[in-house]
Nanobody, 127 residues
């Protein structure tokens, strides 16, 4: 049974930083692709970033690539999303997802390509 567990969310003031974690059990993240998505209140879920386990290659939503960084610790079977200079519009539930194959840009940003999903972690940016 595959489980993805996100952690690291919370409340932060504008300009602050957070690092989200996505830890998997029952699946080796380095064998596929891990994506981060987010859903703000009243909006559709959107792609944030992805990391290809086999190559280490990454993709980002263009507007976030300066402030967000995806990384991994293969020994811990964990993928991270580092977020800096947070803005109120970054407030959302952040989800990690895992695909069992290597996904490239056009697929990596598509929710339908991911098989496993975590429960989400809330990030609130407010003064």
């Amino acid at each position: 049974q595959v489980q993805l567990v996100e952690s690291g969310g919370g409340s932060v003031q504008p300009g602050g930083s957070l690092r989200l974690s996505c830890t998997a059990s029952g699946f080796t993240l380095s064998s596929g692709t891990v994506g981060w998505f987010r859903q703000a209140p009243g909006k559709e879920r959107e792609f944030v970033s992805a990391l290809r386990g086999t190559t280490g290659g990454t993709d980002y939503l263009e507007s976030l690539k300066v402030r967000f960084t995806i990384s991994r610790d293969t020994g811990k079977n964990t993928v991270y999303l580092g977020m800096t200079s947070l803005k109120p519009e970054d407030t959302a539930v952040y989800y990690c997802a895992a695909a069992i194959r290597t996904l490239y840009r056009s697929d990596a940003s598509s929710e339908t390509q991911y098989t496993y999903w975590g429960q989400g972690t809330q990030v609130t940016v407010s003064s």
